[in-house]
């Protein structure tokens, strides 16, 4: 039997996926700026706001594995966030996971009913299909949280960009403020 190096690998605390496939995309201000509540005309265009690992086996039926470094900026006050998205097929869910910083995990289902759970190092979250989700970073430092979903889900953006969550989280003289 041949014994053989893992493909891939993840210092999950201090680290990024590594491994031949793996396939990484900075976010900067200026692609994501339609996702913040308002224009800050503070933040450099260029101001990269998250950075995206995974990797991807192929197949129609392959489990990807991702992680998304959420970086502590705020944008006229608001935290910085993802741009959230439903899966294309709604009983699609996926996990996340906590691997630094603080934040919160926005889950919206289509009636627009709203709530969030705290995410932190060691956290893990069940997302069911009929949520959409998305990522606030509230802390100090960088969000770090994993995820494994199915590639069948897909992503529907569009349908936040029609519907978008109810809240925004503010960060206003160091505290939390959710308006
Ligand atoms: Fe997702």
Redesign the pocket.
């Known amino acids: 039997m041949k014994i053989i190096e893992a493909k891939y690998n993840q210092d999950f605390f201090n680290g990024v996926i590594e491994g031949e496939n793996v396939k990484s995309y900075r976010k900067l201000y200026k692609d994501i700026a339609f996702a913040y509540n308002s224009k800050d005309e503070n933040l450099s265009d260029d101001t990269e706001m998250y950075r995206v690992y995974s990797f991807d086996e192929g197949g129609d039926n392959t489990i990807l594995w991702g992680l998304t470094i959420l970086h502590p900026v705020t944008v006229s006050g608001e935290c910085n966030l993802t741009r959230g998205?439903f899966?294309q097929d709604r009983t699609e869910p996926?996990i996340y996971f906590g691997l630094g910083g603080e934040g919160l995990l926005l889950y919206m289902d289509s009636k627009g009913e709203c709530f969030a759970q705290k995410v932190a190092k060691g956290s893990v979250h069940y997302?069911h299909g009929e949520y959409a989700?998305r990522l606030v970073n509230t802390g100090n430092e960088d969000l770090k949280v994993g995820a494994a979903?199915r590639k069948a889900?897909g992503?529907d953006y569009e349908a936040i960009e029609k519907n978008n969550f109810p809240y925004r989280i503010y960060k206003i003289d160091g505290n939390i403020v959710i308006k």
Do not use: Q, R, S
Request: charge should be negative; glycine fraction near 0%.
């Open positions: 998205h899966h996926e997302i989700h979903w889900a992503h």
